[in-house]
């Protein structure tokens, strides 16, 4: 299931967070003009709907049934914005949430089923307490996980109150593999599936091996659908990342960590290190790795967060100079991050505006997108990440080549005779002739330009270099330091 299927020349994936149905199924034309692969939607299923703190983005998490009527919008909305989007060859990852359902407490969720947490009643699936984990599975006092270092405990007991479902019974597994199948008749690509650390991999493995291959419609017949696994495994926890690799992918959190440390200059760290970037720095074998500078968590200090860590829109600079490094780089899956603003607020270590949820017309009910206007980020659509995303997609299968660095925050490298890639941390400009491997001729720096063919395309002036390659190879690349220091290249 570690296998992704994408429209020749596109790889890259994007998290429309929290995004509707609607704006979805609008932005795949963009998306397919721009060659991403596909898009990460928020779960779709039926959920709480929290008032105490008003509507939180985190309610999505809390499941209620595995009908479709969700804060994004209705089931005939989902459909029509998987058919479109794959009419346009742009795929659809769903968020999957199969390790538990709510927290404590009762109401009514989303699509107008009841739920009571507390007596673990869940009619609209329907669930009762046989399809939890109770006190022979779990053995803390109040039923929650506090020691990671067991892995029993991580499995059995739980995750922050939210009721936790028994993997081990044919009826759980038989409803979740319903439930995905449901999605992939409808067209689905793959999933993102939650807390996978909270759930055994022979639970998951059982659930996978009911799943139908992709709908034939728009896939080649006999594709599994994509798996990849939310497991954050930073080290030094029972539980392994690498346990979950022979089911699919894993989301490989120490990449985020490692290049997010890296372009702060944290401890003494320099770009320069990254020569050996990926497996030489002890993170998973790139073929096993889902990759990103950010999530929707650890962006707001939740699973793994880290402010003085973890890169976001909210240090943009830095993180285009991450985002550029890892499309560049050859390693892992990639997928981008596309947010809304909120108030952060960060008070001893903690946002406490950590909850709030996408801009709303009031109440739960999300705006539709525009991005850029100040509530929308959209990075997705910044031009250093969509044409990073194109020279990630003219370097697939070359080798990172002619590497050179200056020991210190300085450093450029080829893939092969694709692209080439110049980038520059220090505090001062640098000029600097290089090897690029690129036949001879013109060529626009794409961070700054808006196409990679001269005339290149001034976006307002932002335009600054034109790099003349040489017919042995070599260029003379003239990079700034400060906003955007870096020069882009590629055939
Ligand atoms: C909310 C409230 C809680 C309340 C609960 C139940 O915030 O106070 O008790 O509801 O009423 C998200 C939010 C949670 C939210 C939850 C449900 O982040 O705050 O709880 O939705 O609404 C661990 C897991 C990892 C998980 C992170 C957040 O291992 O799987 O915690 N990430 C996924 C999603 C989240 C989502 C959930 C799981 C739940 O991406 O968005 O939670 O569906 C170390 C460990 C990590 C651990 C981390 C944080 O780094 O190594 O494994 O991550 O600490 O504890
Ligand atoms: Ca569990």
Known sequence: FGSYYCQPGRDVIVHLFEWKWTDIERECQWLADHNYCGVQVSPPNEHRIVTD??????????PVSYTMNSRSGSETQFRNMVTTC??????????????????????????GNS???????????PYGPNDFHGSDDCSTSDGEIHDYNNPTEVRNCRLSGLRDLDGSANYVRDVEAEFANRLIGWGVAGFRLDACKHMWPGDLEAILGRLNQLNTQWFPAGRNAYI??????????????????YLGRVTEFKHGQNLGNVVRKNNGQRLANLVNFGEGWGQLSGFDALVFIDNHDNQRGHGAGGFGTILTF??????KIATAFELAWDYGHVRLMSSYNWPRNIVNGVDTNDWVGPPTNGG?????????????????????????????NVAIGNPVSNWWDNGFQAIAFGRGNRGFIFI?????AITQ????GLPGGEYCDVISCDNNRPPCGNSGGACRATVIVNGDGTATFDVPNGENPMIAIHV
């Open 115 to 125: 739920f009571d947490g507390d007596s673990l009643q869940y009619p609209g699936v």
């Open 424 to 428: 520059n941390n220090e505090d001062f």
């Open 433 to 436: 002739t290089l090897q690029t």
């Open 53 to 62: 703190p008003p509507y939180p983005w985190w309610q999505r998490y809390q």
């Open 228 to 245: 990849y696994q939310e497991v954050i495994d930073l080290g030094g926890e029972a539980v392994k990342a690498t346990e979950y690799t």
């Open 364 to 392: 739960g009910d999300t705006k539709d997108v525009e991005c850029f206007n100040g509530e929308w980020i959209c990075e997705h659509r910044w031009r250093e990440m969509y044409n990073m995303v194109r020279f990630h």
């Open 314 to 319: 909210f240090e943009a600079n830095m993180y």
């Open 86 to 111: 794959n009419n346009l060859g742009v795929y659809i990852y769903v968020d999957g949430v199969l390790n538990h359902m709510t927290g404590g407490g009762s109401g009514t969720g989303s699509d």
